[in-house]
């Protein structure tokens, strides 16, 4: 049980592989699929993919602040997918796959937008950031059969060609934040 609960949202492309990284962090105590920052209310994931809904596909993470900080959090978010492309991850393309911190507590958008500030500043991406910081709102769940959809689906093409390398490369950088490390 967490001590110090914290939520934070993230839009890190598709939510397929942002919830199979985080499933896996230390001290992460819940990870839900979800879609937010939207105009249209409780959207399908139809919707989503016509592009038309404002929404972007994330993870809503619980955290025991006791156990990971944010900072760490974000850490990994950010190298876990690419926060320089505009709208888009690999293959995946639509302000859907935007990269996003949608926050509850308004501290977290200030730990964001520092990172994201001195990040810049040292020039760790060799592009421009693009995530956006933003307050949530209008946060629906993700239709059931997205939830855990690595775990089960491990083999399916998307997952063994794009989640699963991305789940490898988490292990392999970040090996100390691994639940039972």
């Known amino acids: 049980m967490a001590h110090n609960p914290q939520t934070i949202t993230l839009g890190g492309g598709c939510f397929w592989c942002t919830e199979a990284v985080f499933d896996r ?3 992460v105590t819940d990870v839900e699929s979800g879609y937010t920052n939207g105009h249209t209310l409780n959207p399908t994931y139809e919707q989503i993919c016509q592009g038309d809904t404002g929404h972007a596909e994330v ?3 619980t955290f025991d602040a006791d156990e990971i900080s944010l900072e760490e959090i974000l850490e990994i978010f950010f190298h876990t997918h690419d926060p320089t492309t505009l709208n888009r ?5 639509g302000t859907q796959y935007r990269s996003g911190i949608y926050y509850d507590n308004p501290e977290h958008g200030e730990i964001a937008n520092a ?15 693009t995530t956006e910081v933003k307050p949530l709102s209008n946060y629906s769940t993700a239709e059931a059969y997205h939830q855990d959809y690595f775990a089960k689906n491990p083999h399916a093409g998307y997952c063994a060609f794009v989640v699963g390398p991305k789940v490898e490369k988490f292990r392999k950088t970040f090996a100390k934040y691994l639940k039972g490390a």
């Open 25 to 27: 962090v230390r001290g």
């Open 59 to 61: 993870v809503r993470l």
């Open 89 to 93: 991850q690999g293959n995946d393309v």
């Open 115 to 129: 990172m994201i500030r001195q990040m810049s500043q040292d020039k760790l991406f060799g592009a421009p950031i």
